[in-house]
């Protein structure tokens, strides 16, 4: 009977130790450096596939959100040598006989595990020949997607996701966004949308289906709605214990909400620490990465001793979540890409395996003084490696 009870007892504390949350230390990787004056490289994020990594990646042009075709990098398992930056033809600019460019911008890749493919996703982009995004043709701000087979390394040239002819869809993008995969294969993509580019923003999610060559709309959600600046926009989705949860930009602060089937959300709330106090996070994106015994938010917010830098987006934190309380844990805090002078508010994060999880960043050399303060045009990846192994499921 002793015995008996000791092997409970043993159970029962192995069952809780389990159940601890995880920690995590940092190793940071540049990938590479560049500031020309030219270009710089920008929006990198990553996605794990069959053998290794999958790295997207954009020249930013030197104005405002002006991109050039997506080129990619390819990594051997997670510590070999990255190759390229390559950029394929069927995913480059499309220059229009009217001088107008048609480009991407704010990608983000992943792995569909039952097609065997990877797909990326983001936003069409016009541009007028000195640089500017246009809203001179209808729907031409729309979420595109481009299919990769690592078995040919070939790439599709971009399509459009069909979405419904309500005018509210207008203007609809899946941008600098986590969108993910169900287990039967189904995808749920967060998308803002609007009458027009004009309009104040709103986020729902929308159920689709992949065949390995057509992404196809199926339903969405419900609207979430905030009466305040630009809205809810660029937003990031993730799954965690059985629940699903949404970050949002919102230009005075960031915000969360949840739901239990991923399409109909609850009310957002303003982030805030589990002392009561906001976050300072605003105007930037936030994003998520979920381990099985937690879940964890990566962002920028202010007081930091980083007024210098643009919306105080940079250095990169990463904390753990209350999800019970939706806040964030104070104590938990790290800083995971430390302040250079460059903003890092455009940035991915991924499940690689496992033992570890990624978050990319390009550092913005938008400051005159960034140089100055230690920033070089870097492409970080920082690796986050966790205590004990994440065992949910990608």
Same mark, same amino acid.
């Given at each position: 009977m002793?015995?008996?009870l000791?092997v409970?007892?043993?159970?029962a504390?192995? !069952?809780?130790?389990?159940?601890?949350?995880?920690?995590f230390?940092?190793k940071?990787e540049?990938? !590479?450096?560049?500031?020309?004056?030219k270009?710089?490289?920008?929006?990198?994020?990553?996605a794990?596939?069959?053998?290794g990594?999958?790295?997207t990646?954009q020249?930013?042009?030197?104005?405002?959100d002006?991109?050039s075709?997506l080129?990619?990098?390819?990594?051997e398992?997670?510590?070999?040598?990255?190759?390229?930056?390559t950029?394929?033809?069927?995913?480059?600019?499309?220059p229009?006989?009217d001088g107008?460019t048609?480009?991407?911008a704010?990608v983000t890749p992943?792995w569909h595990?039952k097609?065997g493919?990877?797909?990326?996703?983001?936003?069409?982009v016009?541009?007028s020949?000195?640089?500017k995004?246009l809203?001179?043709?209808?729907r031409?701000?729309?979420t595109?997607?481009?299919?990769y087979?690592?078995k040919t390394?070939?790439w599709?040239?971009w399509?459009v996701l069909?979405?419904?002819?309500?005018?509210?869809?207008?203007?609809?993008?899946n941008?600098?966004?986590?969108?993910?995969?169900?287990a039967?294969?189904?995808l749920?993509v967060?998308?803002?949308i609007?009458?027009?580019?004009k309009?104040?923003f709103?986020?729902?999610?929308?159920?689709?289906?992949?065949?390995?060559t057509?992404l196809?709309?199926?339903?969405?959600?419900?609207?979430?709605?905030?009466h305040v600046a630009?809205?809810l926009?660029?937003?990031?989705l993730i799954?965690?214990a059985?629940r699903?949860?949404?970050?949002?930009r919102?230009?005075e602060?960031g915000?969360?909400?949840?739901?239990d089937?991923?399409?109909?959300?609850?009310e957002?709330?303003?982030w805030?620490f589990?002392?009561g106090?906001?976050?300072g996070?605003?105007?930037?994106q936030?994003h998520?990465?979920?381990?099985?015994?937690g879940?964890?938010?990566?962002?920028?917010?202010?007081?930091?001793?980083?007024?210098?830098?643009?919306?105080?987006?940079?250095?990169?934190?990463m904390?753990?979540v209350?999800?019970?309380?939706?806040?964030i844990v104070?104590?938990?805090?790290?800083?995971?890409?430390?302040?250079?002078?460059?903003?890092m508010?455009?940035?991915?994060a991924?499940?690689?395996?496992?033992?570890?999880?990624w978050?990319?960043?390009s550092e913005? !050399?938008?400051m005159?003084?960034?140089?100055?303060?230690g920033?070089?045009g870097?492409t970080?990846v920082a690796?986050?490696l966790?205590?004990k192994?994440?065992?949910?499921?990608p």
């Open positions: 002793k015995a008996c000791f409970l007892g043993l159970v504390v192995q !069952m809780l130790l389990s159940a601890e949350p995880p920690d230390n940092v940071l540049t990938v !590479m450096k560049h500031d020309d004056g270009f710089l490289w920008f929006h990198p994020r990553a794990a596939v069959p053998g990594v999958v790295m990646i020249k930013h042009l030197k104005v405002s002006y991109y075709g080129y990619f990098m390819r990594r398992g997670v510590d070999g040598a990255w190759s390229g930056p950029l394929p033809p069927e995913i480059d600019w499309q229009q006989p107008v048609i480009s991407v704010d992943g595990a097609t493919k990877l797909l990326a996703i983001g936003a069409r016009r541009y020949p000195k640089g995004q809203d001179d043709v209808k031409a701000h729309q595109v997607y481009a299919v087979d690592p390394t070939k599709t040239p399509q069909e979405l419904p002819a309500d005018d509210q869809f207008n203007f609809a993008r941008a600098c966004a986590q969108w993910l995969i169900k039967d294969g189904s749920l967060p998308l803002y609007g009458n027009s580019v309009d104040r709103s986020t729902t999610v929308a159920e689709c289906q992949f065949d390995g057509k196809t709309f199926v339903k969405h959600g419900n609207i979430v709605r905030l630009r809205g926009y660029e937003p990031s799954a965690f059985g699903y949860y949404l970050t949002l919102n230009d602060r915000y969360v909400s949840v739901s089937d991923g399409l109909q959300f609850a957002p709330t303003p805030t589990d002392d106090t906001e976050l996070s605003y105007n930037t936030q998520w990465l979920a381990h099985s015994d879940l964890f938010l990566v962002y920028t917010r202010r007081g930091a001793n980083n007024d210098h830098i643009v919306r105080h987006r940079a250095p990169l934190f904390a753990r209350d999800t019970e309380k939706l806040q104070r104590s938990s805090e790290k800083v995971i890409v430390p302040e250079r002078g460059a903003e508010g455009n940035f991915g991924c499940r690689i395996n496992e033992n570890e999880s978050v990319t960043v913005g !050399m938008f005159k003084d960034s140089a100055k303060r920033a070089e870097a970080f690796r986050i966790w205590s192994p994440n065992t949910a499921a």
